[in-house]
């Protein structure tokens, strides 16, 4: 059996993905404190350097799910398998699918029928994440969805009525402040059914420094993943930043686990994106993004704050890293 593809039209799409770009950049800019939405890192440029990031000995997070993938995949496998039941996998932000690809094999192995969803708003990386399918798993359905995670979950819930289990691995959900968790995961328990699994991973709390050396590396290249999306704003907004006039900041709370990502000016400056103009004072900080850490008990209340049951938790071998599975409470 051919591989079977379908993918959401990039042309229809790029004028309104400008559009909220822009947007997203100047309501951001012109707030205070400034921000900017970790979720625009991942262009070429930053796929690339995202990449470099997770093979850092410092960056312990990818290791540590891939783990639990490698070598607990059964238990994964049991976890989301239902009396051999069809279902569509749907991965939230899947990137390359390294860590799921453990999984993928080990259902095409046992001959379960499924299909392979995967979501992600960068277009560049679900096509390596098609070309390496193609080579590896010849014989899988697979249906690529480029777009906004509740977008591209809505438009899968209607291609089909099977059972739904969602993969958010990586430990996305901590990209979110506690408030926007608890929304995330309340829209996600709306528009699932009963049966469906939800497998969500989460990085948890550990020694201080293991965590702040993980986004804060000597080699520098957290920064230039960061000072990227300066240069992404240039290139396709027509900006103006002089990035070498950001230097990145890492913070990390060890009591409340958000460990926060900054850029800081280093001069009063003025940058102009597409006609209007921001003001930065010097010392002044871009809030790039949080990456918040879990205690047990912190995943507890989220789920249930959020309508869901835990069904069970598999963890890698340090129990730094736990993909914690939940049950639709309905």
Request: proline share 3%; with cysteine.
């Amino acid at each position: 059996m051919n591989i079977h593809l379908t993918k959401e039209p990039q042309k229809n799409n790029e004028k309104n993905n400008s559009d909220h770009f822009l947007n997203d950049v100047l309501t951001g800019l012109h707030s205070s404190p400034k921000h900017l939405s970790s979720k625009y890192f991942y262009d070429k440029k930053g796929d690339e350097l995202f990449q470099k990031i997770m093979a850092m000995p410092e960056y312990y997070l990818t290791r540590c799910e891939l783990d639990i993938f490698q070598n607990k995949t059964a238990e994964l496998s049991k976890a989301i398998r239902s009396d051999d039941e069809p279902f569509d996998l749907i991965e939230l932000g899947a990137g390359d699918a390294m860590k799921s690809t453990y999984l993928l094999k080990y259902l095409n192995k046992k001959g379960t029928d499924f299909t392979y969803m995967p979501i992600d708003i960068s277009g560049n990386i679900l096509s390596v994440l098609e070309n390496n399918l193609k080579e590896q798993l010849p014989d899988i359905n697979i249906t690529p969805l480029e777009g906004e995670y509740f977008q591209m979950l809505k438009k899968a819930m209607k291609l089909s009525s099977r059972r739904k289990v969602i993969l958010f691995l990586g430990g996305n959900i901590g990209n979110m402040t506690q408030k926007e968790a608890e929304k995330f995961c309340a829209s996600l328990h709306q528009l699932l059914n009963s049966k469906d699994i939800v497998l969500i991973g989460f990085d948890l709390k550990k020694n201080p420094f293991t965590v702040l050396n993980a986004y804060s590396d000597q080699s520098g290249i957290t920064q230039e993943f960061n000072l990227n999306l300066l240069s992404r704003i240039n290139r396709e907004l027509n900006g103006n930043f002089d990035v070498e006039q950001f230097e990145h900041y890492e913070s990390y709370d060890p009591i409340t686990g958000a460990c926060r990502s900054f850029l800081v000016s280093l001069k009063d400056q003025q940058v102009n994106i597409a006609g209007e103009t921001i003001d930065f004072e010097e010392n002044e900080v871009i809030d790039m993004e949080v990456s918040q850490k879990f205690s047990k008990s912190d995943i507890e209340y989220l789920a249930e704050k959020s309508g869901f049951l835990i069904e069970g938790e598999i963890t890698d071998s340090k129990n730094w890293f736990v993909d914690s599975i939940w049950k639709v409470n309905k």
